[in-house]
């Protein structure tokens, strides 16, 4: 009777061991199922110290080391293209004098040394009425101008215009952003459009990427959406799309 009880508890230790066995080369098989590349081709929106040279919040300098652990970090988790934020235009159409800097190229190639699949594409825009005239033909003419310039300093195959609307409504941005909302909102999209057609034209060959506000009927966003019908248009110009999730309330 005591070998029986022996032999149970042996049994039940073995298969208590072996469940635990297994449940822990699950969780290392889904691990590492996670860092594989499973045809997806991942973006992330980059910080700007990469071309100003130190991180705003804190002002501490940007060294080879933290270049280096981004291009790393890009790698490990699949990430081909990053969009280093190179500063919003301003009202003239002018892009910063620090993403043409000296700092903002050995950056560029940095990267490109550490991990040379990733797609750098220089994250530009601004709020329509603050700092972005779309309706203006001479802020048009230069931020063209100043678009092209960047990609020649900085060696990018690319650009990633950001081009925002804010709609009006909401007493913070009213005060704070652009008072009473960006203007006039029904001519909007198709300026958008044309800018792209002119980018297209004067650089046939870079790769555009631009970011809308998601068209799910349920998103209430504080940025205007672009329509289905502009949308088609834009497709025509740009090589990709970002959708924009984060800023918006569902309905369920």
């Known amino acids: 009777m005591k070998n029986k009880k022996v032999m149970k508890s042996n049994r039940n230790f073995i298969f208590f061991a072996s469940l635990i066995l297994g449940l822990a ?18 973006a992330i929106w980059s910080e700007v110290v990469f071309f100003r040279g130190y991180y ?4 501490v300098g940007l060294t080879g080391n933290h270049i280096k652990k981004h291009a790393k970090t890009l790698k490990k988790y699949n990430i081909k293209y990053t969009y280093i934020f190179a500063g919003p235009f301003d009202t003239e159409g002018f892009l910063p004098n620090y993403s ?3 700092t903002a190229i050995n950056s560029v190639k940095l990267l490109k040394h550490y991990y040379p699949e990733v797609v750098i594409l220089p994250w530009i ?14 802020w048009v003419k230069n931020a063209l101008n100043d678009s092209k310039r960047l990609i020649d300093t900085l060696s990018v ?3 990633h215009f950001d081009f925002e609307f804010i709609v009006p409504g909401d007493d913070y941005l009213d ?7 960006s203007g006039d909102i029904d001519a909007y999209g198709n300026n958008v459009n044309k800018f792209f057609k002119k980018f297209r034209d004067l650089m046939p060959n870079t790769f555009v990427s631009s970011v809308v506000v998601t068209t799910s009927p349920g998103a209430k966003p504080w940025k205007r959406k672009t329509t ?21 309330f569902l309905s369920d």
């Not at 699950?26 to 991942?42: A, D, H, K, P, V």
């Not at 005060?175 to 909302?181: F, L, P, Q, S």
């Not at 019908?229 to 970002?242: A, C």
């Open 100 to 102: 043409f800097s000296n």
């Open 56 to 59: 705003p919040s804190t002002g």
């Open 25 to 42: 080369l699950l969780l290392t098989n889904c691990t590492n199922r996670n860092l594989e590349n499973l045809g997806q081709e991942n």
């Open 125 to 138: 825009g601004g709020i329509q009425n603050k700092t972005v005239f779309l309706n203006d033909s001479t």
């Open 157 to 159: 195959p690319g650009l």
């Open 175 to 181: 005060k704070t952003v652009v008072r009473y909302g």
């Open 228 to 248: 289905m019908d502009e949308l088609n248009i834009l497709t025509k110009y740009v090589d990709q799309l970002s959708f924009l999730y984060y800023d918006t």
